[in-house]
């Protein structure tokens, strides 16, 4: 039972760069999140989803797009990078409400 | 806005004593409450929760207590240990929201 996998673990992109930050969870959670954490602001959430095919936003939602065709997948993209977005990303998915189960996260740095 | 607020961002407690991590909300209509811990590197991990129909969790050597009156919640490490070195986060939502609204984080370190 792998849990939440997320990948990659680092990335550098460049301004203006496009990227998709991968997650896959496999316990049939409902619920899944995108979080980012920066230094003094504490884990800042980003997008969630109830389900397939339902997602909405968050508190930071600019600059982010996400789908959930599946129950299991949740990506975020990232369509135009800024160095504002350099951050750590975690994806967490829960089973109704429950605490969340999240991944080891994604370390990415635009420059 | 921060609608959770852990105001110290660190603590220090000596190994063997309780530490206390605190943790004020400013909406009313928060009504599940939960504790993370978080290790350097590693994503956070959940901890323990409470439900505002009780004032009181506790599973181990961790309790979590709530005041609604006064929007704020603790959470008591008794006895601390070295391993209990990491950044805590409290989190709160609203039934029906599916929201959980983090707080920034203490980081507690315990001396051996």
């Known amino acids: 039972n792998a849990g939440v996998t997320q990948t990659p673990k680092f990335q550098v992109l460049k301004t203006g760069q496009s990227m998709t930050l991968q997650c896959a969870q496999d316990m049939n959670h409902e619920y899944m999140s995108w979080y980012r954490q920066d230094p003094g602001m504490g884990l800042r959430l980003i997008h969630y989803?109830?389900?397939?095919?339902?997602?909405d936003q968050g508190e930071v939602p600019n600059g982010y797009n996400v789908s959930r065709s599946t129950t299991e997948d949740f990506p975020l993209r990232l369509l135009s990078a800024a160095p504002s977005q350099t951050s750590v990303y975690f994806c967490a998915s829960r089973p109704g409400q429950l605490g969340y189960t999240f991944g080891s996260g994604t370390r990415l740095t635009v420059v | 806005d921060q609608q959770v607020k852990q105001n110290s961002p660190s603590l220090s407690v000596q190994e063997g004593r309780i530490s206390i991590l605190n943790c004020d909300y400013t909406n009313s209509m928060f009504d599940y409450f939960l504790w993370y811990k978080k290790y350097p590197a590693e994503g956070p991990t959940f901890l323990i929760s409470i439900s505002s129909i009780k004032d009181k969790n506790e599973d181990g050597r961790f309790t979590v207590f709530l005041n609604k009156s006064a929007k704020h919640l603790s959470l008591h490490i008794v006895p601390s240990q070295p391993g209990d070195s990491a950044v805590y986060f409290c989190?709160?939502?609203?039934?029906?929201?599916?929201?959980?609204?983090f707080g920034t984080g203490t980081r507690l370190k315990v001396l051996a």
């Open positions: 989803s109830v389900g397939a095919g339902i997602t």
């Open positions: 989190a709160a939502s609203t039934s029906g929201t599916y929201k959980y609204i």
